[in-house]
């Protein structure tokens, strides 16, 4: 019995400490990506040649030894079992942290004060998840799917920009209007609170707090990381809207 009892904690723990890997690894693959795209993004600023050339140059990256686009068909699996992976393990976290919860605590972290540090990261990590994964649909369709699907005027209404044929054009034309940079800030604003929690989690996970890291520069440094990559990725849409980069 005690046996029994000892080997079903065993596995809880390890099924709990495998499921932080796979979110911390999972979630610095797309943070790789993520650090890459907004650097990549900067290069509007450079007028349309240079941005078109930018992402020409994805495309052509590796020829002839990968097919034109490979490096973008590389990376597109990858990004997807990195996402599938990352929400699985957000799934069984959350399910044994609900499982734990009888005494009235979520998280098992030395992180809190008073324990309302917990809620709110619970709460921004989930319903900041799901902003984001939302925006990565209503993204995707503006500047990558409906481009190359349909080319049609009559998804510009939702999706401005998307009938441009020009990648350049294609972004301005987006962030020339008020309402989509509203979404884009809002959802930028998610992963921003997303990766501060999440940098510091996975930091947490790889053991790195104490030694080399202390818990004070993880926080911090998350912090700084998060709000240095929603700065690259907001400066754009709003050079846009205040005219400082047009067609
Ligand atoms: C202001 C911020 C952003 C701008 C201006 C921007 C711009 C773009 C553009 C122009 C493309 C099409 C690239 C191409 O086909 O050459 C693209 C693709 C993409 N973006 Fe963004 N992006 C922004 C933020 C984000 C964020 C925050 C995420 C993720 C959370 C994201 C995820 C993606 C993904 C997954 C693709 C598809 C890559 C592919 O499979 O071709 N982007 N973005």
Wanted: aromatic letters at 10%; proline letters at 4%.
């Amino acid at each position: 019995m005690a046996t029994s009892s000892l080997t079903v904690h065993q596995r809880a723990a390890r099924s709990l400490v495998v499921s932080k890997y796979v979110m911390a690894i999972s979630g610095i693959l797309m943070i790789g990506f993520l650090i890459a795209h907004m650097l990549g993004n900067l290069h509007i600023f450079g007028g349309r040649e240079e941005f078109n050339h930018y992402a020409e140059g994805l495309r052509e990256f590796g020829m002839p030894i990968l097919p034109y686009g490979g490096l973008l068909w590389i990376m597109r699996p990858v990004l997807v079992i990195a996402v599938v992976a990352h929400i699985w393990s957000a799934v069984r976290l959350t399910r044994r942290d609900r499982a734990a919860r009888g005494s009235g605590k979520r998280y098992q972290s030395t992180q809190h004060r008073r324990g309302v540090q917990r809620t709110y990261a619970s709460f921004t990590m989930r319903w900041g998840g799901v902003t984001i994964a939302l925006f990565v649909i209503y993204h995707l369709l503006q500047f990558t799917l409906l481009p190359k699907l349909a080319l049609n005027p009559a998804t510009d209404g939702v999706f401005p920009g998307s009938s441009n044929p020009d990648p350049y054009e294609r972004t301005v034309t987006g962030f020339m209007v008020w309402w989509v940079v509203l979404i884009y800030t809002v959802a930028i604003l998610a992963l921003g609170m997303h990766l501060r929690h999440g940098v510091y989690s996975a930091i947490a996970t790889l053991g790195l707090i104490k030694r080399p890291i202390g818990r004070t520069r993880a926080l911090a440094g998350a912090a700084a990381f998060a709000l240095l990559l929603c700065l690259g990725f907001l400066i754009p849409p709003f050079a846009v809207l205040f005219g400082v980069v047009s067609l």
